[in-house]
T-cell receptor, first 115, second 115 residues
């Protein structure tokens, strides 16, 4: 069965600094990979997704992620963090070889942005 | 603006009560999901449905049931609420299709407290 590991529970970044959130997945076939963001009291919003092709994908709000098959990773990056980026971020992997698709989520990383 | 609407944002129930959580989507999506979100555990899939009157167990179905009588509506039922079901419940939907089916649109969540 597929699984997702987000090793960092909390990360604090200064406003204007760069950000990288780690995500490692376990899946035998080519995965579909996703990053979602959850602002306080809200549902999850899709930031970006990887299905195939270019391994560097661009998302909303200036985020990007890079798929590295050799490392089974899909890390999320942003060059300059804004205070409004403070939220919880979830990495997820989707099945690609079954008749029904569903997502498996990591445990999330909470981003704190300091002034 | 397309969306997934969860009828109750906050609920407080007593142990043993029957609880209904309602979810409606206006995107004509075939797939609908109920997740449970707990700190440190991320999102865990309770049940999903890929068509009207069809349902499949997710990873943690015990203590829950679901109903999908219409395409746009997916209900989560707690037959006899227990304190360990205190949690945030997230509904989501997605279209069919190999890739698109994994792109979930989430509701804002229903926070249930069982006393």
């Amino acid at each position: 069965a597929q699984s997702v590991t987000q090793p960092d529970i909390h990360i604090t970044v200064s406003e204007g600094a760069s950000l990288e959130l780690r995500c490692n997945y376990s899946y035998g076939a080519t995965p579909y990979l996703f990053w979602y963001v959850q602002s306080p009291g809200q549902g999850l919003q899709l930031l970006l997704k990887y299905f195939s092709g270019d391994t560097l994908v661009q998302g909303i709000k200036g985020f990007e992620a890079e798929f590295k098959r050799s490392q089974s990773s899909f890390n999320l990056r942003k060059p300059s963090v804004h205070w409004s980026d403070a939220a919880e971020y979830f990495c997820a992997v989707g099945e690609t070889n079954t008749g029904f698709q569903k997502l498996v989520f990591g445990t999330g990383t909470r981003l704190l942005v300091s002034p | 603006d397309v969306k997934v609407t969860q009828s109750s944002r906050y609920l407080v129930k007593r142990t043993g009560e029957k609880v209904f959580l309602e979810c409606v989507q206006d995107m004509d999506h075939e797939n609908m999901f109920w997740y449970r979100q707990d700190p440190g555990l991320g999102l865990r899939l309770i049940y999903f449905s890929y068509d009207v009157k069809m349902k499949e167990k997710g990873d943690i179905p015990e203590g829950y049931s679901v109903s999908r009588e219409k395409k746009e509506r997916f209900s989560l039922i707690l037959e006899s609420a227990s304190t360990n079901q205190t949690s945030m419940y997230l509904c989501a939907s997605s279209p069919i299709g190999q890739a698109g089916a994994n792109v979930l649109t989430f509701g804002a969540g229903s926070r249930l407290t069982v006393l």
